[in-house]
């Protein structure tokens, strides 16, 4: 599958793993939940303002640029193995789950996601990481 037909408002859970999608745009799709996008090709995509996403799965990709910018109720991100050297995550408060190894990423703002129970971001290329003082996260770097 190379590209996404029309998504139904009630589907809230999409499960597109081991495709060849590489362009995707969610911007219609404010009731999906849950995304397993992981071992495509995309290298763009485009999520909703303020959806309802929850869980996002978009590992094993070629995204450069993640933007979850109102993404207000994301609470698990795994979006290892990807050639990321920019993300935005600043609205996601209730992140708890972040898996950002093996990408490209420099620095890491994390300030803001005060929920965040474990993070992993090694084999990265991080000079500057700013996270929320939170003893009980769990850090791998």
């Known amino acids: 599958m190379s590209e996404l037909p029309p998504i139904p408002s009630t589907v809230n859970t999409l499960n597109l793993e081991k495709n060849c999608l590489t362009c995707l745009d969610f911007t219609d799709n404010a009731s999906l939940v849950n995304i397993n996008l ?3 090709k995309i290298k763009t995509i485009t ?3 303020e959806s309802k996403l929850e869980n996002i799965y978009i590992d094993h990709n070629n995204l450069e640029n993640l933007d979850l910018k109102n993404q207000y109720s994301l609470v698990n991100l795994e979006a290892q193995n990807n050639n990321l050297t ?3 995550i600043s609205d996601s408060y209730k ?3 972040l898996n950002l190894d093996y990408n490209k ?3 890491l703002d994390l300030s803001r996601q005060e929920s965040l129970i474990e993070l992993s971001a090694h084999h990265n290329m991080i000079t500057d990481l700013i996270l929320h003082n939170h003893p009980r996260m769990k850090k791998s770097l």
Do not use: D, E, H, V
């Open 95 to 97: 992140l708890k789950f």
């Open 38 to 40: 992981s071992f495509n």
């Open 47 to 49: 999520f909703p303002n």
């Open 105 to 107: 990423l420099a620095s």
């Open 86 to 88: 920019k993300i935005n």
